[in-house]
């Protein structure tokens, strides 16, 4: 089992730039593949990006492809959430997600396991 644990949320300016992280507890880091997802309110939760246990492949929502980018360190136990060029229809609940697979395209919630609290990101106009 992992528990995530998602920080780096806030409130920034349409155009500016945040950085998320999602920590994870455990040993097998490395065998995780994981995926952010957002909702806004009133929205379903949708998905946004994912990336496989070696960080070899990733996927974007065509919404934020382009500005957003997600990596990971498994020496840190962490996956990072890049966004740039920040909208206002990007603000939403930023959600961390993991599943310990080694299948690629995971886009949907329900092949995730594992989730974090949330992190508030709010973009201004």
């Known amino acids: 089992q992992v528990q995530l644990v998602e920080s780096g949320g806030g409130l920034v300016q349409a155009g500016g730039s945040l950085r998320l992280s999602c920590t994870a507890s455990g040993r097998t880091f490395s065998r995780y593949t994981f995926g952010w997802f957002r909702q806004a309110p009133g929205k379903e939760r949708e998905f946004v990006t994912t990336i496989n246990y070696s960080g070899a492949y990733t996927s974007y929502a065509d919404s934020v492809k382009g500005r957003f980018t997600i990596s990971r360190d498994n020496a840190k136990n962490t996956v990072y959430l890049d966004m740039n060029s920040l909208k206002p229809e990007d603000t939403a609940v930023y959600y961390c997600?993991?599943?310990?697979?080694?299948?690629?395209?995971?886009?949907?919630?329900?092949?995730?396991?594992?989730w974090g609290q949330g992190t508030q990101v709010t973009v201004s106009s």
């Open positions: 997600a993991a599943t310990l697979t080694y299948l690629n395209y995971r886009t949907t919630s329900a092949m995730y396991d594992y």
